[in-house]
C-alpha cells in the first residue's frame, strides 16, 4: 500500500516562504507523476504543481513565477519551495502520487498572514 507522508506546513507572513515536502513510500514502481493540490475553505481542490518523473513540470496560473516543484527520484519525494506566499495561498495542501491510481496524503496546513 503506497502511502505519502508530508511535513514543512505551517504559518507565515505575507511575502515569506515555506517548503513542503512529501515521501512516498509502499512500491518498488517507478512513480510516473507527483504534485501538489490545495483546498482553501469553501472552495474546491485545485491543482497547483506537479512533476513528471522525467522532471516535466506543469503550474496553475496563480503560482506561477512563486512556486517551485521539485523530486527526487531515488528517495521517491516531491518538494514544494514557495516563495512570496500571499493570503490567498491559505489552504490544506495535499501531496499526490500516481501509480496505477491516484495516492493522496493526509493533507498540511499552511496559513499565510497579511
Known amino acids: 500500500q503506497v502511502q505519502l507522508v508530508e511535513s514543512g506546513g505551517g504559518l507565515v507572513q505575507a511575502g515569506g516562504s515555506l517548503r513542503l515536502s512529501c515521501a512516498a513510500s509502499?512500491?518498488?514502481?517507478?512513480?510516473?507523476?507527483m504534485g501538489w493540490h490545495r483546498q482553501a475553505p469553501g472552495k474546491q481542490r485545485e491543482l497547483v504543481a506537479d512533476?513528471?518523473?522525467?522532471?516535466?513540470?506543469e503550474y496553475a496560473e496563480a503560482v506561477k513565477g512563486r512556486f517551485t516543484i521539485s523530486r527526487d527520484n531515488a528517495k521517491n519525494t516531491v518538494y514544494l519551495q514557495m516563495n512570496s506566499l500571499k493570503p490567498e495561498d491559505t489552504a490544506v495542501y495535499y501531496c499526490?502520487?500516481?501509480?496505477?491510481?491516484?495516492?493522496w496524503g493526509q493533507g498540511t496546513q499552511v496559513t499565510v498572514s497579511a
Open positions: 499526490y502520487a500516481r501509480l496505477n491510481r491516484d495516492y
Open positions: 509502499g512500491t518498488r514502481f517507478s512513480i510516473n507523476v
Open positions: 512533476i513528471t518523473s522525467r522532471g516535466n513540470t
